[in-house]
């Protein structure tokens, strides 16, 4: 009985063994079978432009790609409505691939089908259409968005606006307006991915800027330290404030979020700073010794703001977001002029008849002149020491037409007419009313002591003051 038992076991385990090879054999003959026809075949899950070729031949493949991408046609929606169809042969499209169809076939394994039943592979043909074609189209699409997009309701980014009192961000809003590009990018891709529709509604231009953006929320804190900034100017001996209200006005940001500044408003500022300080036009006030604060006439020792230069200036101070006073740059005839003239002057006061000489604001020298007669009366006027010269001999015409020639030891001319400071020996008196029957030419007569101790003090670009 257990030799019957041992014999039924071997018998079954042989049978068992018999059928499983008979099995095996039939499964590697299948696959071996399969692999030798997909040696002629491409391999299932092969997609090539989007298309499954699975199984085909190239011819077949060549063909099922003509007439999926040839023969039906591609629509391009706007508007909810059909914009166009177009058939690929409109496209120039290329019928015979076969060529590529083999080297994309050449390059599977055949014994590998059994791993691609779970995998996908996709391949794209290198060119299916005229891109010269496909170009065109694009071009005629992009111009019919960008009319349409005159129409729509805009995108609009993040901004930032001055609201209540301070800076404040504006939210983004989506609007209705097309993405040409982005469009114009999905037409040639579904053309080349064998789809055969393009919804342009899909491609709304979208908010670069939204109220989320870190670098938005940073540029606005910056502008509220920018909106609180206290900056002036020092000019002619004043403090010139610049109002809060008008500083914040000028600040402003461009689509990146970047800070600039109204430049046109910046301009008309430092604008109306020249038409009220400027010295070439505008008398000065100057603080005399005897009379007070008295108005000068411009003379030539007179400037002018670089409105260009200065608004540039001025804008690169306030984008450093820090607390300023400056002096505006000028443009003048005079070498080294300044806006603020300082303690360092020669004043003439025509009414007393009286000239000093100031240095850092102490007086070095005062002392009694003579200035120009009624008929040829000293120009008041902010001007300056031209030069300086000794032993000239000055020569002009008198009043009835005759020539005069005085000699002098001491010559400061203080403008572009021949008007100076000078010692005069003729002279017996200074002072009181002489200058009305015993004056100059227009000149500043001086003492000859006086201007012997005058003279070396006195610098070239030195202001004067005549009033």
Not at 186 to 192: E, G, M, V
Not at 417 to 429: E, K, P
Request: proline content about 5%; overall charge positive; charged content about 25%.
């Amino acid at each position: 009985m257990r030799k019957f038992g041992e014999d039924f076991f071997q018998q079954k385990t042989k049978k068992m063994i018999i059928i499983g090879l008979a099995v095996l054999l039939v499964i590697v003959s299948f696959y071996s079978f399969k692999s030798i026809q997909y040696a002629e075949q491409f391999l299932p899950r092969t997609k090539i432009n989007n298309i499954n070729v699975g199984g085909l031949t190239i011819g077949q493949a060549n063909r099922k790609i003509n007439n999926e991408l040839s023969e039906t046609p591609f629509a391009i929606r706007l508007d909810d409505t059909v914009w166009k169809k177009i058939q690929g042969s409109e496209l120039g499209w290329q019928e015979d691939h076969k060529n590529e169809l083999m080297g994309i076939k050449e390059k599977q394994q055949p014994f590998a089908w059994g791993i691609q039943l779970f995998l996908e592979k996709k391949h794209q043909l290198s060119s299916t259409y005229d891109q010269t074609k496909v170009n065109q189209l694009a071009e005629n699409l992009g111009a019919v968005l960008v009319q349409k997009n005159v129409t729509r309701i805009p995108t609009k980014n993040a901004t930032i606006e001055w609201d209540k009192g301070s800076f404040v961000i504006a939210p983004e809003k989506k609007g209705t307006t097309f993405d040409v590009a982005a469009v114009q990018k999905a037409l040639k891709a579904n053309l080349d991915n064998g789809k055969h529709l393009l919804d342009a509604e899909k491609y709304y231009a979208q908010p670069v800027l939204t109220k989320n953006d870190q670098n938005l929320k940073k540029q606005k804190a910056k502008l509220n330290r920018f909106a609180k900034l206290k900056a002036a100017y020092k000019i002619s001996g004043k403090r010139v404030d610049i109002p809060s209200e008008e500083l914040q006005s000028w600040l402003t940001t461009n689509e990146k979020a970047e800070i600039l500044l109204n430049q046109e408003k910046v301009t008309a500022f430092v604008t109306k700073l020249n038409d009220t300080y400027n010295t070439k036009v505008n008398p000065t006030q100057f603080n005399s010794t005897r009379r007070g604060s008295v108005s000068v006439p411009a003379g030539i020792y007179s400037w002018t703001i670089n409105i260009p230069a200065e608004v540039a200036e001025l804008s690169a101070q306030i984008l450093k977001g820090k607390n300023f006073e400056r002096v505006p740059l000028v443009e003048s005839d005079v070498p080294n002029v300044q806006t603020n003239i300082g303690k360092t002057y020669v004043e003439v006061d025509l009414e007393n008849q009286h000239m000093w000489y100031y240095k850092e604001g102490n007086v070095q020298l005062e002392t009694d002149i003579v200035s120009g007669k009624p008929s040829t009366p000293t120009p008041p006027g902010v001007n300056y020491i031209t030069s300086k010269s000794m032993d000239q001999v000055l020569r002009g015409f008198n009043d009835d037409g005759s020539k005069y020639a005085s000699p002098v030891s001491y010559w400061v001319p203080i403008d572009h007419t021949g008007v100076g400071i000078h010692d005069s020996n003729w002279q017996s008196a200074y002072g009181g009313d002489l200058w009305m029957y015993r004056g100059s030419h227009g000149c500043i007569n001086t003492p000859p002591d006086k201007m012997a101790e005058l003279y070396p003090m006195l610098e070239a670009e030195t202001p004067v003051f005549i009033f």
